[in-house]
């Protein structure tokens, strides 16, 4: 089963799922995880549900460049891995 993983910046905020799921797209997987945590949604998605301009998400060690659809096809072994990225000096 593909693998979900929310890194820890995320966790400083709320608990993050680490989740093993059989959807076959990223958009499916998140919905999985924001079943299970709902106020994460609001973290990666914005009023659209398009991926929040500080979230980046690499799929199988690349990263995802379409940030509305969200339909990157996922393989029954992928690691998806979903940071928010830090800012400051």
């Known amino acids: 089963m593909a693998q979900l993983i929310f890194t820890q910046q995320l ?14 797209n990223l958009r499916a997987a998140l919905d999985q ?4 945590q709902p106020r994460l949604r609001s973290y990666v998605l914005d009023e659209q549900g398009h991926l929040r301009a500080n979230v980046v998400i690499f799929i199988d060690g690349r990263r995802t460049r379409e940030r509305e659809q969200l339909d990157d096809a996922l393989q029954p072994d992928s690691q998806v891995y979903i940071l928010q990225a830090l800012s400051g000096g």
């Open 11 to 24: 966790a400083r905020f709320l608990p993050v799922p680490q989740l093993a799921t059989q959807a076959g």
């Open 33 to 36: 995880a924001f079943a299970g």
